[in-house]
């Protein structure tokens, strides 16, 4: 059993930041890709960023490019998404997620996910 778990959300001014983290339990995070998803109420759950087991690759969601920054930290079991410039309609909940299959921007490719943590953009 796998256990995924975010924090760092919160209430941010449009042009502001917030760095997420993601912490998993268990000894084998390194074997992992992972990724981060955001929910928008009456959404779907769509893809943001994902990362490879050793954090060499990374991916972003067009809407994300250029302003967030997924990484990891394998020795602390962690997983992180910078944002930078946030937007109101980046407001979501953010999820964190183990990725067991081959397609890194879908949402069936991810396995265990965490439980979320709210973020919102003011304007």
């Known amino acids: 059993q796998v256990l995924l778990v975010e924090s760092g959300g919160g209430l941010v001014q449009a042009g502001g930041s917030l760095r997420l983290s993601c912490t998993a339990s268990g000894p084998t995070f390194n074997t992992y890709a992972m990724g981060w998803f955001r929910q928008a109420p009456g959404t779907e759950r769509d893809f943001v960023a994902h990362?490879?087991?050793?954090?060499?690759?990374?991916g972003y969601a067009d809407s994300v490019k250029g302003r967030f920054t997924i990484s990891r930290d394998n020795a602390k079991n962690t997983m992180y998404l910078q944002m930078n410039s946030l937007k109101p309609e980046d407001t979501a909940v953010y999820y964190c997620?183990?990725?067991?299959?081959?397609?890194?921007?879908?949402?069936?490719?991810?396995?265990?996910w965490g439980q979320g943590t709210q973020v919102t953009v003011s304007s």
């Open positions: 997620a183990r990725r067991s299959g081959l397609m890194v921007d879908v949402r069936t490719s991810y396995d265990y």
């Open positions: 990362i490879s087991r050793s954090g060499a690759t990374t």
